[in-house]
């Protein structure tokens, strides 16, 4: 059994790597909810979709986000209202969000309507939301005062000077239904090459969820998100920057040495490697952009090895 | 002034009447909310949205309900997910629920954002929902328990058996801002051709505009909505039967003799006048149908001569 930290694109695209090397079934997601909203009065998921969407197959390739075949009916028509649309919901995706929004209405909790939704949509990994509990991640701008995730990275475009992160809620929250059990249970744990502060972070700060980790930290590999000190996707590096880390692969090896043995890092990057090594975590080099299906099962190999 | 008293279609389709006689801007409707529902997280207001996508001139003739031009990608999907899609949302029309979902969130009164929907769709008559205040139209049923109007109507296809009619919340419901002035000040009131027992009932259940109406009595028009005994559309006939009431002229007189002194019948129930006079209004008889421009006219007419 292998369990894996996830934030958004970069970790279902190392799930849908490590589907090539292990069998599906033996594979569990547990996904950031810190970046959840509710906008119309609809539960939006964001990593939770992107990930299902992609490992259903769904995904749009060309744009790099939302669905094929995703079409703008609804959205053109609250344009033409004047109504709140910067944050760009597709026909084809509201589905999804009617669906979620109405199930837990119910009373099912996140974590049935998260099954429901892989099992209609066919996906065969199980993914796991960190937690059943409302948690939020926030920041603290210089210009524009508190954001929420979303104003941040899409309204804003991540393109704002930011003083702190935190993820409201997360004291009080627990971890999902077989959250803590797919961490000990695992014989590999993976953190994802998502943005350390902002994806895995909020994972991390449900409370016992970073202590499984912990107790488990010599079989837990991470990828570190950065190439030749960019983020492949988002604000990784700025962040990291602006909030007192390093761009480097020893940056992110110190935001992990608690949690992870060893950091995955790319060829681009292999001479930082000591840096790694420095924070006193083991250090692999490969090609992490998973850009075509045989780089990608070569990074899935290289995390099962450990 | 003409200040009319609302329901859904039978009432979309008198103001579009009235507007024949009368300068748009001097017409009032003070339109039912007891049909409302939370859907998939959305607030929707059936009453309001049918009367403004009819006086926008976007209601789809061809069907009888719903927009022009509307097309159905999200039920589509959602039907796919094997979601709740019993209650048929199309795109566009959806654009309208997620409107006022955000406005209503962000504080903003349903008097306020129905007043938006009008001026972005163009409607030059003043529309007021009853209330700001939930109130729900429920049904004890026999053989399905209570259902809300919605499940009633849409999902029942109003072929149930039904016990009794409540008025949920009305008893601590406030008029909206507007409805009492609306009645008091106007010159002639008119109670439009809608079910008098689910659709203008939970307008006269809210605290204070019953008693507004039946101090302007003598100003009041009430349109009969039978013609030949039966609703020309939805459960009228047969929920008046139900309840205990006669199927006829001097039934909805009967209803509605403390807050009107008139009452406007078809052609086709002329001879059914003294059931009318019998419970003390006076009885017109004219073309109720308004199935085209002169006779839609010709009834506003009737009904603005009092």
Same mark, same amino acid.
């Given at each position: 059994m292998i369990t894996v930290l996830c934030g958004g694109v970069g970790a279902a695209r190392m799930l849908d790597a490590l589907r090539l090397v292990v069998v599906p079934g033996e594979i569990t997601g547990i996904v950031n909810t810190g970046d959840d909203l509710v906008m119309h009065g609809l539960r939006i998921c964001p990593d939770l979709d992107t990930i299902t969407y992609t490992l259903a197959g769904l995904n749009n390739d060309e744009t790099g986000w939302g669905l094929q075949g995703e079409t703008w009916r609804v959205m053109a028509e609250l344009e033409a209202l004047r109504g709140e649309s910067w944050f760009k919901l597709g026909d084809r995706d509201l589905a999804t969000h009617l669906y979620r929004t109405t199930r837990l209405a119910q009373g099912a909790s996140l974590v049935e309507v998260t099954a429901e939704l892989c099992e209609r949509l066919g996906v065969d990994v199980r993914l796991l939301p960190a937690t059943n509990d409302p948690i939020a991640t926030t920041f603290d701008t210089v210009d524009h005062g508190r954001l929420s995730f979303q104003?941040?990275?899409?309204? $804003? +475009? +991540?393109? =704002? =000077? =930011?003083? !702190? =992160?935190?993820?409201?809620? #997360? #004291?009080? !929250? $627990?971890? #999902?239904?077989g959250v803590v059990e797919a961490i000990e249970s695992a014989e590999r744990i993976v953190i994802s090459p998502s943005n350390p502060l902002i994806s895995v972070a909020p994972i991390l700060a449900v409370p016992g969820v970073r202590d499984a980790l912990a107790a488990r930290r010599r079989d837990v590999v991470a990828v570190s998100p950065l190439i030749g000190g960019r983020a492949l996707k988002g604000p990784a590096d700025r962040l990291l920057i602006e909030l007192g880390h390093e761009p480097t692969p020893g940056g992110i090896a110190a935001l992990y040495r608690e949690v992870a043995a060893v950091l995955v890092i790319d060829t681009a990057d292999a001479e930082l490697a000591a840096g790694v090594i420095e924070q006193g975590l083991e250090c692999r080099v490969t090609g992490t952009l998973m850009s075509d299906p045989a780089q990608a099962a070569g990074l899935a190999q290289v995390v099962l090895d450990g």
């Open positions: 104003e941040y990275f899409v309204r $804003h +475009h +991540h393109d =704002v =000077v =930011v003083r !702190a =992160v935190s993820i409201e809620g #997360a #004291a009080s !929250a $627990h971890p #999902a239904p």
